[in-house]
């Protein structure tokens, strides 16, 4: 099994290698654009096979909750349904927050976990945590 990844669709549909990625990974999964029936944009997705319908999906869907899968199989709009603190552990993106993490760990070795938990607002979970970390 071979995964790319990228956060831009151009950065495929611009390579060199296009035609080649996109004929043999009959699996793609996009995730949500609100910019996805932008003229450039648009052309993009078409590339990709993608109808009006689903440039409708994909410009409505939820990010970091929705993701739209493409294969041979069919196409769907999926939930993954993580929740708040599932999303407080996998939905970090970007340089600012991932030097953030990286602050809490460094002052918070011990109880960082429930430190970053704190941060994202999930006090409860953060105490839950704190108290599971004791025993």
Do not use: F
């Amino acid at each position: 099994m071979v995964v790319m990844a990228t956060q831009q669709i151009s950065d495929i549909a611009n390579s060199d290698i296009a035609d080649v990625v996109l004929e043999n990974c009959p699996t793609k999964i996009l995730l949500p654009n609100a910019e996805s029936k932008n003229p450039g944009s648009r052309s993009l997705y078409e590339r990709v096979g993608l109808n009006e319908r689903e440039l409708d999906i994909l410009q409505v869907s939820v990010p970091k909750q929705h993701y739209y899968v493409v294969s041979k199989l069919g196409r769907r709009l999926v939930d993954l349904g993580v929740g708040k603190v599932g999303l407080a552990w996998v939905g970090v993106n970007g340089r600012e927050e991932r030097k953030i993490v990286e602050s809490v760990m460094e002052q918070c070795p011990e109880t960082w976990r429930a430190e970053w938990l704190r941060l994202k607002g999930l006090t409860n979970w953060a105490e839950y945590l704190s108290r599971m970390e004791e025993v």
